[in-house]
């Protein structure tokens, strides 16, 4: 069948996005699913920083690469041997689309999956190469096992998780990986528990959830540090009870819990920040990070930090999350009110004003930016 999606075909820099436009839609012939796969109409699409980090070169992905890993849409067909989903399903989309098998998703930990990992590397599915390929009939490779930026995705039904049909398309589109790797940073890998006190480093979609997370988790204070204002506004609006520039976020951390945090997680991608956090945690502190650095930055903190004041620093991949669990309770924590993801949700936007979108995501001025990939939205 023939999609529409957005294909990067070789990185940029050059900005703005907007003008120079390094990514563009093309029809693509998209392959049937085969055993163990699932075809899903996208109805929503979530731009977040890992796409325009494969754009911009700091995440290295084959090229050319139909993008988009944030999603939510409606089964129209399984393949053979399909029995998690079916057709008319609402599914949330996952990046990781684990086996089962292997030593990480055996110990609990699919986001690790070797062999997840391994096709989303070289841009195939998890049951088989690229089932996409452009008009002279070259192989376009997959993002993440989703390239959500069409109209049509085949996927491995590892990567989709069933959801309510009542949740709204623009609320459910950001719990794959927003959500997932945010909240799941504060419950999942830190294991915060109630009366913890809590600072956020970044507050974009991801750093938000993690805002969210701490909320919903018992934490105080949630402290939210970021160099723009309209974020620190929002993160108090989503539950933080204080918020600081950079400059000023190491004093405020520590005269506000005596010492300092009793958690900090860093969703910026910067060896600075990082170790910024590690000063910002108090002895015995944790610092997780879920930041995604390019490959060639190196890290470069007082050793002592970690034998002698008994801090950590973890990191953490997709907030460590296994998505047919947290999903679904994390979706049931938006119905009650403490997961207000909607208030991240910058506009809607259509498929072909995806340029636009990267340059509203690179400037900083957006958070949650939609893309309506297939007319299903309202608005």
Aim: charged share 15%; aromatic share 4%.
């Amino acid at each position: 069948m023939k999609t529409r999606a957005v294909v990067l075909r070789g990185v940029s820099t050059a900005r703005p996005y907007s003008e120079t436009r390094p990514v563009e839609v093309e029809e693509l012939e998209l392959g049937a699913p085969r055993e163990g796969e699932v075809l899903v109409r996208i109805a929503a699409a979530s731009l977040c920083h890992s796409d325009l980090s494969v754009v911009n070169g700091d995440r290295v992905r084959p090229l050319p690469m139909a993008l988009g890993h944030e999603a939510v849409g409606v089964v129209q067909e399984t393949g053979p041997g399909v029995s998690r989903v079916g057709p008319g399903d609402h599914v949330a989309l996952v990046y990781v689309p684990s086996c089962g098998f292997c030593a990480d998703c055996a110990a609990g930990r699919p986001a690790l999956c070797a062999r997840g990992a391994a096709a989303n590397g070289s841009g195939a599915l998890l049951h088989g190469p690229s089932l996409l390929t452009d008009a002279s009939g070259a192989s376009v490779h997959h993002h993440l096992g989703v390239s959500a930026f069409s109209e049509h995705a085949v996927l491995a039904q590892e990567s989709v998780v069933p959801i309510p049909q009542d949740i709204p398309f623009t609320v459910a589109s950001m719990f794959g990986c927003a959500v997932l790797t945010g909240a799941g940073a504060v419950v999942n890998t830190a294991a915060l528990r109630p009366g913890q006190s809590a600072v956020v480093y970044g507050l974009g979609g991801v750093g938000l959830s993690a805002v969210l997370g701490a909320r919903a988790a018992g934490a105080h204070p949630v402290i939210a540090v970021d160099p723009v204002p309209e974020k620190r506004k929002l993160a108090l609006q989503l539950g933080a009870t204080d918020a600081y520039a950079p400059g000023e976020a190491v004093e405020a951390i520590r005269a506000l819990t005596g010492g300092g945090a009793e958690l900090a997680v860093e969703a910026v991608g910067s060896p600075k920040v990082m170790a910024e956090c590690l000063t910002a945690v108090a002895r015995g502190g944790s610092v997780v990070s879920v930041g995604l650095p390019a490959p060639d930055r190196v890290l470069e903190v007082p050793a002592l930090a970690f034998a002698g004041e008994g801090k950590s620093l973890l990191g953490s991949y997709m907030g460590d999350a296994v998505p047919r669990r947290d999903i679904p309770r994390f979706l049931e924590l938006w119905r009650t009110g403490l997961m207000p993801v909607e208030r991240m949700h910058t506009g809607t936007l259509p498929l072909a004003a995806i340029n636009t979108a990267l340059e509203e995501l690179a400037s900083g001025r957006a958070i949650r930016q939609v893309i309506d990939t297939s007319g299903m939205l309202d608005g």
